[in-house]
């Protein structure tokens, strides 16, 4: 009986296995027809100052408008991207795509604001990274000071000499680079400083945790105060809460990006957090109304 009970239960997981595998061949399928077509768009989600509640940059996030599964996510298809070989074409939309779009709020007359883009690691380990930012840059005129790349830890753990030297090159020409997700991957402070980075983010998961854990709060207590040492600039994500605004203010952390300021929205609504305003002060103001 039990040799029964286990072969159904294989058959069961098979035919889930095959819809699975279907599901990805389909999806693949179409993603490879949606790069032809432009299916993706940008949002932005900006990132603000602790000290001036003014906007520092922006990181440009994409989606796709799938024609049947309406908009996804990129964790339902970077991942396809990358193992479908198409991650370097669909970086370098969003790369023109984010720098063309700077360029236009620049020319719009407004203050001129950097534009962060993610850079998958598969991308990164191409030999000619450098050579498609430079593209990018020349044909939108984009200033190089107005681009940000985020690199997650686990692409700085690759290959690391030339990894280094892309990096010192990129740095070089202005461009900003910030270690994405940090505290998720091994990489210990003393190992990034020997990569030329400005920035690094703090996991959303730590600052998730920091209010009920004390281990999350040490955790980040002690990035943001070895950053600060080597000289780097320190920004938390998925802030969601004044509670965590007013911990990692008191920490000293420079930056904060996350739902409380803004979700992800598209460039035309992006653009009102451009202006000298202090976007902050709405949320500490009331903080202060309640404490007081
Ligand atoms: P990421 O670079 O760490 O981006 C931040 C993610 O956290 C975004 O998810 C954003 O919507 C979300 N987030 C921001 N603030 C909050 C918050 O307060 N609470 C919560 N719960 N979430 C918040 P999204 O847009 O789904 O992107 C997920 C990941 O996909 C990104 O993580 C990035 O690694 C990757 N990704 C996005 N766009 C691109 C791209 O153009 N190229 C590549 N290679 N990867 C991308
Ligand atoms: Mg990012
Ligand atoms: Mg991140
Ligand atoms: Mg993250």
Avoid at 76 to 96: D, H, N, P, S, Y
Avoid at 196 to 223: C, G, H, W, Y
Wanted: with cysteine.
């Amino acid at each position: 009986h039990a040799k029964g009970c286990g072969k159904n239960v294989y058959s069961l997981f098979d035919k889930r296995m095959n819809e699975h595998a279907s599901e990805r061949v389909t999806l693949l399928a179409d993603l490879r027809q949606a790069i032809e077509q432009g299916e993706f768009v940008l949002h932005y989600q900006p990132k603000v100052d602790l000290l001036t509640g003014k906007v520092t940059s922006v990181e440009a996030l994409v989606r796709w408008m799938h024609p049947r599964l309406g908009m996804l996510a990129p964790d339902k298809f970077i991942r396809l991207a990358e193992e479908g070989g198409m991650i370097a074409e669909l970086t370098e939309w969003v790369m023109r795509t984010a720098c063309l779009q700077a360029r236009a709020w620049q020319e719009a007359d407004l203050a001129p604001v950097r534009v962060a883009v993610n850079l998958s690691p598969f991308h990164f380990q191409r030999q000619d990274v450098k050579q498609s930012i430079c593209a990018v840059l020349g044909s939108t005129g984009l200033d190089p000071a107005l681009l940000e790349i985020e690199i997650t830890e686990s692409a700085l753990m690759q290959n690391d000499e030339y990894t280094c030297r892309v990096l010192s090159e990129l740095r070089d020409m202005g461009i900003t680079i910030s270690v994405d997700d940090f505290g998720t991957g091994y990489s210990s402070l003393s190992y990034l400083h020997r990569f030329p980075i400005n920035t690094l983010k703090i996991d959303r998961t730590f600052i998730l945790n920091m209010m009920k854990s004390s281990e999350d709060q040490a955790i980040v207590t002690a990035i943001i105060a070895m950053a600060k040492s080597l000289k780097m600039q320190i920004v938390a994500e998925g802030v969601e809460s004044v509670d965590q605004l007013e911990t990692l203010k008191d920490q000293g952390c420079h930056e904060i990006q996350g739902f409380l300021v803004s979700r992800p929205v598209n460039a035309e609504r992006v653009a009102r957090f451009f202006t000298d305003e202090d976007h902050l002060q709405a949320h500490t103001a009331a903080a202060d109304t309640l404490e007081g």
